[in-house]
């Protein structure tokens, strides 16, 4: 059984950044990567981005491209996501999960993700 523990979230003002954390309990070889996704209030969970071990794939949702920079620790089973210039439509809960298997779909949803951590709270205010 996996886990994925995220931490780093918190409350932080427009303009500002946070650097969240995914740290996997184990990694088999079988865990190709690692994606992060958020769900606001009333919405539904939306893909943020993703990240293969190696770091040859990495993927953003149009929203934070330029923003927001995925990186992938392999030693310590650790993804990062490192959020700059947020802004209030960032506020969510931020979530970790892990994916198994070689291919990466053109649209990554949450289905295709195993094992997600217990979420972590981004606050951003205006």
């Known amino acids: ?25 184990v990694r088999s070889i079988s865990m190709n990567g690692m994606g992060w996704f958020r769900q606001a209030p009333g919405k539904e969970r939306e893909f943020v981005a993703a990240i293969n071990w190696s770091g040859t794939y990495i993927k953003y949702a149009d929203s934070v491209k330029g923003r927001f ?9 650790t993804v990062y996501l490192q959020m700059n210039s947020l ?5 969510a809960v931020y979530y970790c999960a ?4 070689r291919s990466w779909p053109a649209i990554l949803i949450p ?3 195993s094992y997600w951590g217990q979420g972590t709270q981004v606050t951003v205010s205006s």
């Open 1 to 25: 059984q996996v886990q994925l523990v995220e931490s780093g979230g918190g409350l932080v003002q427009a303009g500002g950044s946070l650097r969240l954390a995914c740290a996997a309990s």
């Open 69 to 77: 920079t995925i990186s992938a620790d392999n030693v310590k089973n």
């Open 87 to 91: 802004k209030p439509e960032d506020t």
């Open 98 to 101: 892990a994916k198994y298997g």
């Open 111 to 113: 289905a295709y993700f």
